[in-house]
C-alpha cells in the first residue's frame, strides 16, 4: 500500500492552480481575440423590392404569342437558320458524315439517307417570331424570310398556319408576316420601352432555337448602343440570354412581358452561344413595322452625303471646340446635299436646331424624316457655323449600283517629292486633282495615322491641291493660324473619300 508523503498533497494543489490559471489565461486570451470590436467600411447597400425568382409568370402568358416560322424555298439556301452556313451541306450522299449532320431545318436526321438529292425537294429554312395583333401579323427578321416562296407559322401548341409576307426592310432586317384565319382570335404582345431598360434588367428570350420551338431562356441587358457594322442605324441591345440559331426574329421579353428587343444577331465564334447575343430595340422595331403594315415598305429621307467620325485631331485641325458632329467626306452627286451647297469637309453638327453627335446619330436623325421634308442642317465651315436648307429625298430611290469612281485620264510620269518631316514621297495625279502617296515611312506620323501608299491627297485644311507645294503651302497656312494639325482629305483606290488630322511638324 502507498502511502502520501505530506509534501505530494502541496505539490498536487500547486500543479492544479497552475492548469487553472493556464485555463483561465486560454479563456481570457481568446476572449479578447474573438470578442475584440473589428472596425470595418460601410457596404454597400441595395434597396430592391423582393421578388421570387423565377420566369415562370411571365413564360405562361406570353409562349402563346411566340412561334416558330417556317419558311420554303424552291432551292436549298446557301446559309442554315436564316443566314449561318454549314461547312457540310454539300458532302457527298454517300459520305459518312452525313449521319452527323443535320437537315436545314435543325432536324438531327441522317440526310445521306433519303434516296433523292436535297436539290431535288424544297428548303426549309426556320426561325422565331411572335403576334402583334389578333388579327395575325407577326414579326419576324428579314434574313429569316429572305428568298421565302411560302412562309408557315407553328404555333406553341404544335398548330400550323399559312402566311403571307407583308413586307420587310433589310436595313434593319425586319420582316412582316400575316396570318388570315377567319374566327380566331391570336394571344399576342405588345411592344414595351426599351429607353427605359437599363444595363442589368433582366430579359427572357423565347423562340426556336435548333428548331425545338417554345423554348425559353433568360438573362440580363449587358450593354446598349451597340454597333456591330450591320448597317447605318445600328443600336443593338445586348443581352447574354443563351440564343442560338433559330432564335432570329423571337422576341425578348422584360418582366413585365413586353417585347423589348427582336433578336436578330449572335457573336459566336463557333456559332454557339457564347452569351452575347444582340437585338433589335422595341423603338426602332415598332416604327418599321407599323410602316411596313401601312404601306408594305419603309420610306426614309436621303440626305445623300458620304460621313465620318469626328476626331480630336480634326476637331483641333478645323478649329472645333468639341470633338462631335459628323465629317463630310463626299456629298454624292446630284443628291439632296449637294443640291443644296453641302460641301466635302463640312462638319455637320446639326439637323433642326437637334445636335448632331455622331455620323451613326445622324443617319437615324435624317431616317425619321419623311422624304420631301424641309430641314435646316447646321454646318462648320471654314471656322463658323451656319444653316442650309435641305429638301429631303427618299432613300428607297438610291441607285445601289451607282459608283463614285471616276475615269483617270494618262499622264505623264513625274518625279515623286517628299514631303519632309512627314514621312511621305507624294507625286500629282495623273488626273491633276491631287497628289498620290508613293511612300510612307513605317515610322512617320503620317503612317501613325494611317496614310497609306496610294492613298491621294485632295486637299488640305479644304484647300485643293496638284503639287507638293500646294501641300506643304497649305500646311503653312494651317500653321500660321494657330493651328496645330492640318486636315487632309484623302481618297483611296476605290475612290472612297476619309479625313485625317495629321499634327504639323515644326521645323
Known sequence: MRTETSSQPKRNKFLAAILAAGVAGGALSAGVLSNAPAVYAEPVQVEAPQQSFGFADVVSKVSPAVVS?????????????????????????????????????????????????????????????????????????????????????????????????????????????????????????????????????????????FGLGGSVTAGIISARGRDIGAGPYDDFLQIDAAVNRGNSGGPAFGLDGKVIGVNTAIFSPSGGNVGIAFAIPASVAQDVVRSLRENGSVERGWLGVQIGEVSDDIAEALGLSNAQGAIVTLPDN????????????????????????????????????????????????????????????????????????????????????????????????????????????????????????????????????????????????????????ALFQLRNADGQNRFVALPIEKS
Not at 400575316?178 to 429607353?195: H, I, L, S
Not at 443644296?340 to 463640312?346: K, L, P, Q, R, V
Request: no cysteine; hydrophobic share 35%; aromatic share 6%.
Open 69 to 209: 416560322v417556317r419558311v420554303s424555298q424552291s432551292a436549298e439556301p446557301a446559309a442554315d437558320f436564316g443566314g449561318m452556313a454549314s461547312p457540310f451541306e454539300n458532302l457527298p450522299e454517300d459520305h459518312p458524315l452525313r449521319r452527323f449532320f443535320g437537315t436545314p431545318d435543325g432536324n438531327q436526321m441522317p440526310r445521306g439517307l433519303n434516296p433523292r438529292s436535297p436539290r431535288d425537294r424544297p428548303s426549309i429554312g426556320q426561325g422565331s417570331g411572335f403576334f402583334i395583333s389578333e388579327d395575325g401579323y407577326v414579326v419576324t427578321n428579314n434574313h429569316v424570310v429572305d428568298n421565302g416562296a411560302k412562309y408557315t407559322v407553328v404555333m406553341d401548341d404544335g398548330s400550323e398556319y399559312e402566311a403571307k409576307l407583308i413586307g420587310t426592310d433589310e436595313r434593319t432586317d425586319l420582316a412582316l408576316l400575316k396570318v388570315d384565319a377567319k374566327n380566331t382570335k391570336f394571344t399576342y404582345v405588345e411592344f414595351g420601352d426599351d429607353d427605359a431598360v437599363r444595363v442589368g434588367d433582366w430579359v427572357v428570350a423565347v423562340g426556336n432555337p
Open 334 to 485: 446630284e443628291t439632296p446635299a449637294s443640291r443644296a451647297g453641302i460641301e466635302t469637309g463640312d462638319v455637320i453638327t446639326g439637323v433642326n436646331g437637334e445636335a448632331v453627335e455622331s455620323p451613326r446619330e445622324l443617319a437615324r436623325m435624317i431616317a425619321d424624316y419623311s422624304p420631301g421634308t424641309d430641314v435646316e442642317i447646321t454646318v462648320f465651315r471654314d471656322g463658323d457655323s451656319e444653316t442650309i436648307d435641305v429638301t429631303l429625298g427618299n432613300l428607297n430611290s438610291l441607285d445601289e449600283a451607282a459608283s463614285l469612281d471616276e475615269p483617270r485620264g494618262q499622264g505623264s510620269p513625274v518625279d515623286p517629292s517628299t514631303l519632309s518631316g512627314y514621312g511621305m514621297t507624294v507625286t500629282p495625279s495623273e488626273d491633276g486633282e491631287g497628289v498620290v502617296v508613293t511612300d510612307v515611312d513605317p515610322d512617320s506620323s503620317a503612317a501613325e495615322k494611317g496614310f497609306e501608299a496610294g492613298d491621294t491627297i485632295v486637299a488640305v485644311n479644304g484647300s485643293n491641291v496638284a503639287s507638293q507645294s500646294d501641300v506643304r503651302a497649305a500646311i503653312d497656312a494651317a500653321s500660321k493660324n494657330g493651328r496645330r494639325a
